[in-house]
């Protein structure tokens, strides 16, 4: 019988941003159940909107035992879930994510960019807010095609709902779990684009964190994986 594999989107992503990945896994292995966050598509009204509050959603919906992969935002929260719920899970997959900022003046100025942020989106469309969020510079090199795919996605969404996302979920509001990171005790795969530097700097210090972690570093691709790289991240599945 398949095994349940929860999927978790990145920020003003939905579950539909996992379309591409769902497509190439091994259905006689997995069976996907891709997850609205929430402030995020059809979840966009659920309150509140805060990382415990995310971790408990993921709790409910999964069955027993799953794997869990999560992406970006996705794998914050899947950290939370891994450190809540580790009993439930079979295999942990982190991709293009951290577990958080720990420089207290880093994480202060992020908190407040990203307030201002949230304030400006309460009064964007979804088209103006999809021109800002994907300008971003860590998305620069998406290709035209999965650009478009990409969104069509982000337009799902509120921008009113992302502000309180931004406000509850934000990498400026996250108390950092980098000092918990030895305390996973799941198979762990942690997945990074080669074109996103950052990340990939990031994933190599949670693979050495996580006790038996895996590192696998896509060619050619950046911080988007799921969208660029799906076949590549449903490998890294499983």
Known sequence: ???T????????????????????????????????????????DARPVTFADCAADVAAAAPARFTLCGYSLGGRVAVHVALEHAPRLT???????????????????????????????????????ADRWMAQPVFAGTPPAVAAR???????NDPRALAAALRGLGAGVMEPLWDRLGEIDVPTTVVAGARDARYVALGERLAAAIPGARLVVVPGAGHGLPRE??????????
């Open 150 to 156: 990409w969104r069509e996605d982000l337009e799902r």
């Open 229 to 238: 790289a799906p076949g590549e991240l449903a490998a890294a599945i499983g």
């Open 5 to 44: 594999v929860v999927l978790l989107h990145g920020f003003a992503g939905t579950r539909r941003a996992w379309d591409a990945v769902v497509g190439r896994l091994d259905a006689e292995r997995y069976c996907p159940l891709a997850l609205d966050l929430r402030g995020h598509g059809d979840r966009r």
């Open 91 to 129: 295999r942990l997959v982190l991709a293009a994510t951290t577990a958080g900022i720990e420089d207290p003046a880093e994480r202060s100025a992020r908190r407040a960019a990203d307030e201002a942020l949230a304030t400006w989106a309460e009064g964007a469309s979804a088209a103006v807010f």
């Open 1 to 3: 019988m398949p095994e």
